[in-house]
């Protein structure tokens, strides 16, 4: 019998894949991506959030368990889906309890299992391809067990660090292999013991972005952040000192979810906006596309904290990707993007807005198209070829 190609071997994997979001999040992350990528081979089950943060009694947090549950029990969407479905791809809203402790572990299994139990009956071989720790024994039911691990989870204010450690504790022994996004995010899964990790930095879909970019002539002074406006994340003192250093000289435009991973961004979004920044809502990426094609630079203005240590930003491609300079606080992903790339600017604190300033002045087509080519080999589309073949040989080593 002739032996089946690689390229079988991914369209019979039968992926389960373990999200930290909602498929309609706000923002599209490594996980949607990662669906859509291996959708294009592989039958794929996207497991929304089991819910690491733990829930406080606010409007946000109650709407979001009111939504889960209409979802788990198979209630109709008020709305149209945010995000398209990739075709053949099925989404599943588990009903857990989003405390992962002694008391509700036993429930909770239970609940995930009777959510997952098409993939667990379903045919081998069964991939799990996970984006949190946190996953009951669902490896124990794998053939082939991926963690593909893009932040330090332990370390994000309200996270159940205790629960996310000893998942890490337990899946490092039964994955095949590791993901890490940062060399931050390599070395943390290296001290925990997985034996196997390829480290894959952070891309983005830089096609939408070039599509949208404009040329030299029609670009104006204004600087750019999209993703979640966040305390946990953001230097505020730093984005009001860029507010203050545009006026009368460009703007500053603000796009993305208010504190989507919790608590509130309220009071600081009003102070910015006081100095001049203005807030454009949630857009979608084409929506975003086109406000960053107009713009001149992009930020990334992180605190330096123990969790973004771990962060490699995706939305440095998306900037790239548009023609624009990006200005970064000192991340260790961003520095090291810096080392090789002279179109990426690492700055202090005491020197951000000045370096601002320098950047924002008019650049001609050369350096946009230049900006746009160093962003090019960092697309999903090159990056799902590479998923693709990992699994397809992670498949054909155990057929």
Not at 36 to 54: C, I, M, Y
Not at 287 to 306: F, K, S
Request: hydrophobic share 40%; aromatic share 6%; with cysteine.
């Amino acid at each position: 019998m002739p032996q089946q190609s690689r390229a079988d071997d991914v369209a019979v994997a039968n992926v389960l894949m373990l999200g930290t979001a909602e498929w309609d999040s706000p923002i599209a992350t490594n996980q949607h991506y990662v669906t859509r990528e291996l959708s294009h081979g592989a039958k794929v089950t996207f497991v929304e959030s089991l819910g690491l943060r733990r829930p406080k009694l606010r409007r946000d947090d109650v709407r979001r368990m009111a939504a889960r549950a209409r979802r788990a029990f198979g209630g109709r969407q008020e709305s149209p889906a945010y995000r398209p479905r990739p075709a053949g791809t099925r989404i599943v809203s588990p009903l857990v309890l989003p405390v992962h402790r002694t008391p509700t572990r036993r429930i909770n299994r239970a609940l995930l299992r009777r959510a997952t139990g098409e993939w667990l009956a379903g045919p081998r071989p069964r991939v799990l391809w996970t984006f949190t720790p946190v996953t009951y024994g669902l490896e124990e039911s794998a053939d082939v067990v991926v963690y593909h691990c893009v932040d330090l989870l332990a370390t994000f204010p309200g996270v159940d660090g205790v629960a996310v450690r000893r998942g890490e504790r337990a899946l490092a022994s039964r994955t095949t292999v590791a993901i890490a996004t940062s060399t931050a995010v390599q070395e943390h899964l290296a001290v925990g013991g997985f034996p196997r990790i390829e480290l894959l930095p952070n891309v983005a879909d830089v096609s939408v972005f070039t599509a949208a970019s404009r040329p030299a002539s029609d670009r104006r002074p204004a600087v750019l952040f999209s993703g979640n406006l966040t305390v946990h994340k953001l230097d505020l003192r730093l984005l009001e000192s860029v507010a203050t250093a545009l006026r009368g000289r460009g703007e500053l435009l603000l796009a993305g979810p208010l504190a989507a991973g919790g608590g509130s961004f309220d009071g600081p979004l009003r102070r910015l906006e006081e100095l001049g920044a203005r807030h454009l809502g949630v857009l979608t990426p084409a929506e975003l596309a086109e406000v960053a094609g107009t713009c001149a630079v992009g930020l990334v203005p992180y605190a330096i904290n123990d969790y973004t240590r771990g962060v490699s930003p995706l939305k440095c491609f998306e900037y790239l990707s548009s023609g624009l300079a990006v200005l970064s606080t000192g991340l260790p992903a961003m520095a090291e993007l810096a080392r090789g790339n002279p179109h990426v600017t690492v700055s202090g604190a005491d020197d951000f807005a000045a370096r601002l300033l320098e950047l924002i002045g008019p650049a001609d087509d050369t350096v946009l198209t230049d900006r746009m080519t160093t962003a090019a080999e960092h697309g999903w589309q090159t990056r799902g070829a590479v998923l693709r073949t990992l699994l397809a040989n992670e498949l054909a080593g155990r057929r």
